[in-house]
T-cell receptor, first 108, second 115 residues
């Protein structure tokens, strides 16, 4: 079983809708990362968090350490938000364990 | 801005060929990583390096080797390419903050096809 599980695997939304992606992990961690990968493009780090909540523009990431769960929210979604969103955890060393990713498609 | 570059975006090789994938970062990062990304499997760590000439096996090192002769450059070598090594290969780098982890910065990826 993978250490990091994401849901849903795929998500389609209409422009303007609120989107939530979930990530659950099974190991102790020092930090959790949310990454974004556009089609054909490289991977960009969106957030690194170890507690609470972070916000950047229309993106919000939350983490509950006790429940080993994190969510990534996209408010007022836009077609340019279409991408693969990847959750990754740092189990106390320099390496990351990755979820399989959530493919988000936002239709105009 | 951190820049991680990879030598090729697309590469086509034949079974049995020796393949070199090169990665260069310009931020003086200690840590460098090689991953492969396959549909439904996510990113899997092949090797990582925490200093010049130092390397550590990741989750799937079989069929691969690496070289880090200079701090900024980390090479992935497929000694004898096989069709099951067809994949997207991503390089990343990060700083070495003792007792914590740092953001990994990724290159654009190399899509390797082995025929």
């Amino acid at each position: 079983k993978n250490e990091v599980e994401q849901s849903p695997q795929n998500l389609t939304a209409q422009e303007g809708e609120f989107i939530t992606i979930n990530c659950s992990y099974s190991v102790g961690i020092s930090a959790l990362h949310w990454l974004q990968q556009h089609p054909g493009g490289g991977i960009v780090s969106l957030f690194m968090l170890s507690s609470g909540k972070k916000k950047h523009g229309r993106l919000i990431a939350t983490i509950n350490i006790q429940e080993k769960h994190s969510s990534l929210h996209i408010t007022a979604s836009h077609p340019r938000d279409s991408a693969v969103y990847i959750c990754a955890v740092s189990p106390n060393d320099y390496k990351l364990s990755f979820g399989a990713g959530t493919t988000v498609t936002v239709r105009a | 801005d951190v820049k991680v570059t990879q030598s090729s975006r697309y590469l086509v090789k034949r079974t049995g060929e020796k393949v070199f994938l090169e990665c260069v970062q310009d931020m003086d990062h200690e840590n460098m990583f090689w991953y492969r990304q396959d549909p439904g499997l996510g990113l899997r760590l092949i090797y990582f390096s925490y200093d010049v000439k130092m390397k550590e096996k990741g989750d799937i090192p079989e069929g691969y080797s690496v070289s880090r002769e200079k701090k900024e450059r980390f090479s992935l070598i497929l000694e004898s390419a096989s069709t099951n090594q067809t994949s997207m290969y991503l390089c990343a780098s990060s700083t070495n903050l003792a007792g914590s982890t740092d953001t990994q910065y990724f290159g654009p990826g190399t899509r390797l096809t082995v025929l």
